[in-house]
């Protein structure tokens, strides 16, 4: 293709100027100084507000990367919204939400989130990344990719650079690059020219529209007792879940003023076509969440736009090459949008990438590490996919949801997490250290979900008018607030084992109190006990006794907090 203007080289190409791909030019930015950084982005910019994209609810990973790997907690703080955890209804066809089960916390938990307008963030992320230095291309579309051949990795620099085109106000133009990211999200350049697309178990679709006003969850009822139950009254920050068998619907507040609206479904359960256009998802609402139908129906002229995913989640063979491409974000592996990984992902992804070229730049050898990092990276989508596949049927128990988002936010905060916040992704030593004990933390974790997926075919699902309240579980707040200890090598070790530890605790409570109601879960209660003496076995040194009053406040409280009202 001839080139309208002369061809640059660039240590690194970052094809889509999306969340991924600009959040990497800025970690690089920020990590080597002077680094060359190019990114070629589709869309015009500014990009609208509001009605731009999906992944608008952070969790603590991504929420950390956001406002302190890169720095940007002053635009979060002051631009975006400080989100309120998240928080499940269990109301399928009900209009009384004061009436219904509850799960979320009173107050907010010490480490933040936030709900983040795409639009208003990526424009903040363009501007930053050309403040800082990045060549951002706007409104210009890669057309083709020449990789680089095998070899380019090695450290000796034998092979020549990447080479890609775009095309810009109807010119090509290309430039070369030593990296070459894909960060072009589900057009994935990289992985259809390498053929690296997987698809996985979990199948599941997803419709969302944006409308132009507040949904103010905290006045559908007058209820003095159940407003004053969240400190501050302010539930409409939350990630608000509305669940039912098989699906659950998102509300997030926007800082634009507007609010997302989304329903995602397995599919046999509720197939798509009942729902993919803005007035069938109204019909829907009107059977299965009738108060945000009476919120909507009101506001319909207030619709900003409608989109839909056919069967979401996918996996991806590989995503780092020592032959120095990578992929990123979506242009990979993307899981299910329930607990909002999307940007913990991006957030772990750009660290590994990070990591390659530091390795790169100071001339060692790629090989080892790009395939221990991508291992590594797919057994962290291997476990969290297990918190979804499946399980969409749990959905509708008010019984055994909370108990399962309980397990979920344990496994999160108390393993993924913990290696994030204290930085220990890329520490191959620390990790090879913990090898086992993350493999046994890992299976118990399958079989806690199998334990669940049994318990829901057999619970009452009592639905009581109370509020499972996580802030009231002293444990699982100082799991939260854990994050921001500050670790050496050997507290984190210990960090990882006290973490296994509640594990193991609450896996074994979890066990005995669905099997104490349902004699028939046994036998898949054996199964987690048998996982579950495998995680404490390493239980000599400083551990304490399973039944010293230091390890009873995970069972006590676990039980205080979620079965009482069932009785
Ligand atoms: C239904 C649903 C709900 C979700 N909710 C959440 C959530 O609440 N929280 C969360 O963290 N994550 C969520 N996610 C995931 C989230 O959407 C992704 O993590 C995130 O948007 C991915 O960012 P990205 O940069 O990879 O892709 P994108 O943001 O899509 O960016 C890719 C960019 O590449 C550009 N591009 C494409 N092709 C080309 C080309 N040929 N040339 C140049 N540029 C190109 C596009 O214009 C785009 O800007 C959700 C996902 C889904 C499906």
Request: aromatic share 10%.
């Amino acid at each position: 293709m001839p080139l309208s203007s002369t061809e640059h080289h660039h240590y690194v190409v970052i094809m889509g100027g999306g969340l991924a791909g600009l959040t990497l030019a800025l970690q690089l930015k920020k990590r080597f100084a002077g680094i060359d950084v190019q990114v070629v982005e589709r869309r015009p910019h500014p990009v609208p507000i509001a009605a731009h994209k999906v992944g608008e609810s952070s969790v603590e990973i991504g929420a950390h990367y956001f406002d302190t790997v890169l720095g940007l907690k002053p635009h979060l703080q002051q631009q975006q919204l400080k989100k309120f955890g998240f928080r499940f209804f269990f109301s399928e066809g009900r209009r009384d939400i004061d009436q219904v089960t509850e799960l979320g916390a009173s107050k907010v938990l010490p480490v933040p989130s936030y709900q983040i307008d795409r639009g208003i963030f990526e424009n903040y992320l363009a501007e930053e990344a050309r403040a800082q230095g990045v060549t951002f291309i706007d409104g210009a579309v890669v057309k083709e990719i020449h990789l680089a051949g095998a070899g380019a990795g090695t450290g000796t620099g034998s092979a020549g650079p990447h080479r890609i085109t775009w095309q810009r106000d109807g010119d090509v133009q290309g430039a070369t690059a030593t990296w070459l990211i894909d960060a072009c999200g589900r057009a994935g350049l990289i992985k259809r020219k390498l053929g690296l697309a997987q698809t996985n178990a979990h199948a599941c679709d997803a419709v969302w529209f944006r409308i132009k006003d507040r949904i103010a969850i905290d006045d559908w009822t007058d209820n003095p007792a159940w407003r004053a139950r969240c400190t501050p009254p302010e539930r409409w920050r939350s990630t608000n879940h509305l669940v039912g068998a098989g699906y659950w619907v998102w509300l997030i507040p926007l800082a634009s003023g507007s609010h997302s609206v989304g329903i995602v479904a397995d599919p046999s359960i509720h197939p798509l076509d009942t729902y993919n256009t803005f007035d069938k998802a109204m019909e829907w609402l009107r059977t299965y969440q009738p108060r945000l139908f009476d919120e909507l129906d009101g506001k319909r002229h207030l619709l900003q736009d409608f989109a839909f995913f056919k069967r979401f989640s996918y996996g991806c063979k590989q995503v780092f090459s020592a032959d120095r491409w990578a992929l990123t974000g979506e242009a990979g592996l993307f899981l299910d949008p329930f607990y909002s990984p999307g940007s913990d992902f991006i957030a772990i992804g750009n660290t590994y990438i990070c990591e390659l070229i530091a390795r790169d730049r100071a001339g060692q050898p790629l090989g080892a590490h790009a395939q221990i990092y991508d291992q590594v990276f797919h057994s962290f989508y291997d476990s969290t996919l297990a918190l979804y596949t499946g399980q969409y049927p749990i959905f509708a128990d008010p019984e055994v949801l909370p108990v399962k988002v309980i397990w979920d936010y344990t496994y999160y905060w108390g393993v993924l997490s913990q290696m994030f916040f204290h930085d220990r992704l890329a520490d191959l030593s620390s990790m090879s250290k913990l090898k086992d004990e993350l493999a046994h933390c890992q299976k118990l974790n399958l079989a806690v979900q199998d334990f669940l997926r049994a318990w829901s075919l057999v619970s009452k699902k009592r639905n009581p008018a109370v509020m499972l309240d996580q802030a009231a579980l002293p444990w699982f707040a100082e799991l939260n607030r854990s994050l921001t200890d500050t670790l050496d090598e050997d507290g984190f070790r210990r960090r990882m084992q006290k973490s296994a530890r509640q594990l193991h605790d609450l896996a074994v409570e979890i066990c005995s109190r669905g099997s104490d109601e349902h004699p028939s879960l046994q036998a898949s209660a054996l199964q987690v006990l048998l996982q579950a003496a495998k995680v404490g076995a390493d239980d000599s040194s400083d551990h304490p006794p399973h039944d010293s009053p230091e390890r009873r406040p995970v069972a006590c409280s676990f039980e205080r907090m979620l079965f009482p009202a069932l009785a």
